[in-house]
């Protein structure tokens, strides 16, 4: 026995089902307890399934060294902002998990547990997933599953001329968070940089007020990627051109203390990712009652620009005055 012996060894695929991953399912009945080839999920009379995916990669969204049930509520939350931004209710999720040899036992409970917390608080079930063996990095897809009245599902593409653009929360905390994990900036005052750290590692899906936006705004999407990155997604969706004046773009106090107000500041949290917060679109004539909505889902929601005719995103100051920057967001490829 060399090092290995150490580490308590996995149990078999499934035992490892049963004695983490199943108690995470007993609230769904489809799921029949993990012991079937498939589970079943009845959907609600005049709603739609809405599905979506999204995969961590060991040494690319977190870390070996990072906590598993902070890695397993991220992995959970990023994919219900995707919901959160279509203005879905979530319904329940699939994991699919390749564990890497340095995986012992303790990870995987401390893993189920971080699911188990967050399925209290979102109220949702694991439905089923797949559980193989990595030879090389850990990685994990969470698949979630949420419901959303038929044919309302809000979109990228529907971004009207003359829509005010709105965010949610305060930008840049994520990659701020991120930044000051790596070490990058020293002798940080300790509150703000322990705010940022956790908005890095819990993102708060805005479940409630994305439901609520249904019917009111136009396009919607997660920002995870950079603000101006994503909005370009709906700028190209839409066919129309995003407009945004740097200055009313939301910062955090925390943020600010860090990095400072200046352009250079706001332009670097506007193109850093992990910020999991809803930007959408929304006529003039919602402007109440987005403010009322976001009152009563303990948020801001903050315009900070216009859809004009066009294409892409610019961001200009409060002269009107163009800024250039030269990336908008994170890029896989
Ligand atoms: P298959 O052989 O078809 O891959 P498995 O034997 O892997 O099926 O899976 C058995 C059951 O356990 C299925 O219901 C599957 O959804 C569930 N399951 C396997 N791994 C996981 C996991 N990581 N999380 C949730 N459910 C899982
Ligand atoms: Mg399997």
Redesign the pocket.
Known sequence: MTGASKRRKLSG??A??ERY??P??KDAKG??G??????TLSIPKGQELVVTADTLIEGVHFFKSDSADLVARKALRVNLSDLAAKGARPAGY????SLSPWVDEKWVARFAKGLAADQRIFAIP??????TAAPDRLSLTITALGYVPSGKILRRGSARIGDDVFVTGTIGDGGAGLAALKGGSKNLPEKAKAYLISRYRLPEPRLFFGQKLIGIAHASLDISDGLIADLGHIADASAVRISIDAGKIPLSAGLREIWGGSTKAILRAASSGDDYEIAFTAPASARAKIRALAKSSGLKATPIGRVERGQGVVVHDANGRILPFSSGGYRHF
Not at 34 to 39: E, F, I, P, S, T
């Open positions: 695929e499934f490892l089902i991953f199943a995470l399912a799921a029949v993990l012991k079937d080839d498939a589970a699939l994991l699919a998990i694991l439905l089923g997933g797949d559980t």
